[in-house]
């Protein structure tokens, strides 16, 4: 075993309080049955859920760091030696905790023996990109450097893991080339969405739970499953019609889903399936949890209850998972781009407000997610800044509301104005729009 595995014991204390909680409820073994695992139960109504008393905490600054881009955009090769001075600057400008995005698709950027190692990668991203990378993961394990920069510059330090995101061609993870049986199914059952993994199978749950388990053994603070997907389908209404949950549907409801036509199933049965279609989601973090230890769960998730584009309305059932203890954290809003779900009975507000007025965060993170899950469940907000390349950075940051462009100084507004709030944390998305260009960093973080 190389020597970066050989931190803290992986798994769940013994004594725990989670441990505790899964043990009681019949949660604890990661290989339990998908019934236990994946049981639904409904949500509680708006407002009915543990009260949250206002405070206020120190709003947490994050930065989200995919290394693939931080290779990419950068001439100098991004190995330790810029990581270090990467992670000081972070420090300098009080960072506190980094996300670290694994994965490329369905390719990792670390010394895995889980899943698939990149080796080649899409000759088109950039010239040299691949080689450059290549070059990178024969000489060292990026993910071991950098917990160990995170720990020499006090900084907390999350691997974060794109659970929907296997990828397609050279880009897709060898554990899915090899079941492509384990991919979302159209409910015609002629075709799949490339890379979306179904987590009914037990099989698919003990493969990326195996990953969970390699990458605590890092020694991290905690990980990051984000639900984003760089996937595209015909859309999500059409896909995951899998065995397991057209089975569970028709033993709850009766009725097949794929023998009924296309306006009686999305006037009659849509919602309901896509409620069932969340369950492998609470199944998945059900096994995640019994691995976790002292470590933090964390979950990146679109705005509002269902999950979006390609995966279409499946169920993202926070309150159910703040219940069972399943998550210590939720990142919202993470990858969006125009769309915006709104809470029922939330007053309108424009989006220049939001830079103004620290109580519409307040009530739009505070007051229903708090209130949904409770003050042990952390709430940030993921906002995004602008894409790296040159042709974006020359034009200000996209408003992680509706698309538009926005100049540096506004962004910081929008931060300030957040900062005055109650959420507990703002994760800037990404580092590889920095660029290393101190004027950028001294207009978001001086």
Request: net charge positive; aromatic share 10%; charged share 25%.
């Amino acid at each position: 075993m190389s020597e970066h595995h050989r931190g803290r014991q992986v798994g769940a204390t013994r004594g725990s309080p989670r441990r505790a909680f899964l043990q009681r409820t019949g949660l604890q073994a990661a290989g339990a049955s998908l019934g236990a695992l994946g049981g639904w139960e409904h949500a509680a109504p708006a407002g009915a859920g543990p009260r949250f008393k206002p405070s206020a905490p120190k709003t947490k600054m994050m930065l989200c760091v995919d290394y693939n881009d931080m290779v990419a955009s950068n001439e100098e090769v991004f190995d330790e030696k810029l990581i270090d001075r990467f992670f000081a600057l972070c420090a300098q400008r009080g960072i506190e905790r980094i996300y670290w995005r694994v994965s490329a698709t369905g390719n990792v950027l670390y010394q895995s023996r889980v899943r698939t190692v990149f080796s080649k990668g899409p000759a088109t991203w950039r010239k040299g990109h691949a080689a450059k990378l290549r070059e990178i993961l024969m000489r060292c394990d990026p993910l071991e450097v950098a917990v160990r920069m995170a720990r020499k510059h006090r900084l907390e330090l999350y691997p974060w893991v794109t659970i929907f995101d296997d990828g397609k061609g050279v880009m897709q993870s060898q554990f899915s080339r090899e079941h492509p049986e384990y991919l979302w199914l159209s409910r015609d059952q002629k075709t799949r969405i490339d890379g979306v993994l179904c987590y009914f199978y037990p099989e698919v749950i003990a493969h990326r739970t195996s990953q969970v388990r390699e990458l605590l053994a890092y020694g991290v603070d905690g990980l990051l499953l984000s639900t984003r997907s760089h996937s595209r389908g015909a859309g999500g209404n059409q896909y995951g019609f899998n065995g397991p949950a057209v089975q569970r549907y028709r033993e709850r409801y009766g009725i097949d889903p794929l023998a009924v036509d296309e306006p009686e199933f999305q006037k009659h049965h849509s919602g309901r399936f896509h409620r069932i279609l969340g369950e492998q989601l609470t199944g998945f973090l059900s096994a995640v949890a019994t691995q976790m230890g002292k470590a933090k769960l964390q979950l990146a998730v679109p705005r509002g209850t269902t999950i979006g584009y390609p995966l279409g309305p499946m169920e993202l059932n926070y309150r159910l998972w703040a219940r069972r203890r399943l998550i210590d954290g939720l990142l919202v809003g993470a990858m969006e781009w125009i769309q915006v779900e709104p809470i029922p009975g939330f007053p309108f507000q424009s989006v220049g407000d939001s830079s103004r007025n620290p109580e519409f965060w307040n009530q739009w993170y505070i007051d229903h997610y708090k209130r949904a899950c409770g003050p042990q469940v952390e709430v940030a907000h993921w906002l995004r800044l602008w894409g790296w390349l040159g042709t974006y950075r020359t034009q200000g940051m996209l408003d992680p509301w509706v698309g538009t462009v926005k100049q540096p100084a506004e962004v910081r507004s929008l931060i300030d104005c957040l900062q005055q709030s109650r959420v507990d944390g703002v994760a800037l998305f990404e580092a590889a729009s920095l660029n290393f260009d101190i004027a950028l960093w001294d207009a978001l973080l001086p």
